[in-house]
């Protein structure tokens, strides 16, 4: 098989590697599975259909939405089609909240994006520890945009997770290179 993916458990959540450059085919970009390969696309979904976990932690390299990017080199360009196809089996899935991470936008950011019927799904651009210059901390379009931080701003992610009254809660907070909280968001389940 190509490239490098993985999946693993840690407590109660599953978290999905992808690898989202080795199976680029640069002659397909703009085609169905052109981004992900068919063999990974299909191991993503089952991995998602089958999981049990209350969160579901799906990693890539590159931006899932297309809000601060325009697709430059993210699903936008490559594979809107095979990204909505992932969205749906996420849309379908019960009994878990699934969020996405991802970076190579140079900065720190996250979204709430929303999905038919009200739903939406989180993705997390976990941050920068190197000083590239990238674009700004905001897209043109800021409606699903819960914050932004700017390239050169140092941080990292960090996400927690816990039961609170029974209900599993999951904590993203962004924290800059002097140990201070710049972000919090808390997911319920």
Known sequence: SKGIYFQTHIGPVHFIALDTR??????????????LGKEQMTWLKQ??????????????????????SNGKDSWGTWDTEGREEIFQVIDAKKGSTV???????????GFAIPRPGGKKIYE???????????PGAFGNDKTAQLFGRPS??????EFSFRAVDGVSQATFRLVNERGEELETVVLES
């Open 22 to 35: 080795s199976c680029r085919v640069n002659q397909q970009r703009g085609q169905l599975n052109s981004f």
């Open 99 to 109: 969020i996405l991470l991802c970076g190579d936008r140079h900065g720190a950011r």
């Open 124 to 134: 997390f651009e976990v941050a920068t520890l190197g000083g590239v210059p990238g």
């Open 152 to 157: 050169r701003s140092w941080a990292f992610g």
């Open 47 to 68: 991995q998602i259909n089958e999981s049990t976990s209350p969160y579901i932690l799906v990693s890539g390299g590159t931006m899932w939405s297309d809000y601060i």
